[in-house]
T-cell receptor
């Protein structure tokens, strides 16, 4: 059973565009929603994360929008740059769910062209 | 700080051979994880450990064993490798349940089983 559904699988934008990646989850017990960024040949690294008590969080050009009632959250990349080309994973986690495990989405490969 | 390191970086095995992947972290983290990453499947948890001497099964544990004899090391073993275990393996660590869910990933081990 897929507990986190991520879309789209791939995304191509031009420099300056605003790519949006979406994730939907099922279990309302989750209370931690991070996004990880992975460059080719590297391990994933935490990009930004949100808790369900806020609807939006911004860090630089990266914004998470969170819709608790719809059980969805999304990543927006403002003024995207070629250096943002990477694979992005959403994840869900929660203390009340089961220890500290994170459940990851299937990933979105983003390509930003100059 | 080296962070999370993995040995080896690449390995080719023949079906039926065994091997051990080593993960080491120098951040004094309590929790450690082993994931496998396959195209279109995201990151799937194999086994994890919440402290020295403890291990637990993740989402896809079959065919793998783990040990955590020292806090800083987490070993992943394949007793009899199968082609289905061809994948990129990532180790990760995190501080503890009370403070942060952030997981720090190693650079990965690319394993091919022929």
């Amino acid at each position: 059973q897929q507990q986190v559904k991520q879309s789209p699988q791939s995304l191509i934008v031009q420099k300056g565009g605003i790519p949006i990646i979406n994730c939907a989850y099922e279990n309302t017990a989750f209370d931690y929603f991070p996004w990880y960024q992975q460059f080719p040949g590297k391990g994933p690294a935490l990009l930004i994360a949100i808790r369900p008590d806020v609807s939006e969080k911004k860090e630089g050009r990266f914004t998470i929008s969170f819709n608790k009632s719809a059980k969805q959250f999304s990543l927006h990349i403002m003024d995207s740059q070629p250096g943002d080309s990477a694979t992005y994973f959403c994840a869900v986690g929660g203390r009340s769910y089961n220890t500290d495990k994170l459940i990851f989405g299937t990933g979105t490969r983003l390509q930003v062209f100059p | 700080n080296a962070g999370v390191t993995q040995t080896p970086k690449f390995r080719v095995l023949k079906t039926g051979q065994s091997m051990t992947l080593l993960c080491a972290q120098d951040m004094n983290h309590e929790y450690m994880y082993w994931y496998r990453q396959d195209p279109g499947m995201g990151l799937r948890l194999i086994h994890y450990s919440v402290g020295e001497g403890t291990t637990a099964k993740g989402e896809v544990p079959d065919g793998y064993n783990v040990s955590r004899l020292k806090k800083q090391n987490f070993l992943l073993g394949l007793e009899s490798a199968a082609p289905s275990q061809t994948s990129v393996y990532f180790c990760a660590s995190s501080i503890n349940r009370g403070s942060s869910y952030e997981q720090y990933f190693g650079p990965g081990t690319r394993l091919t089983v022929t």
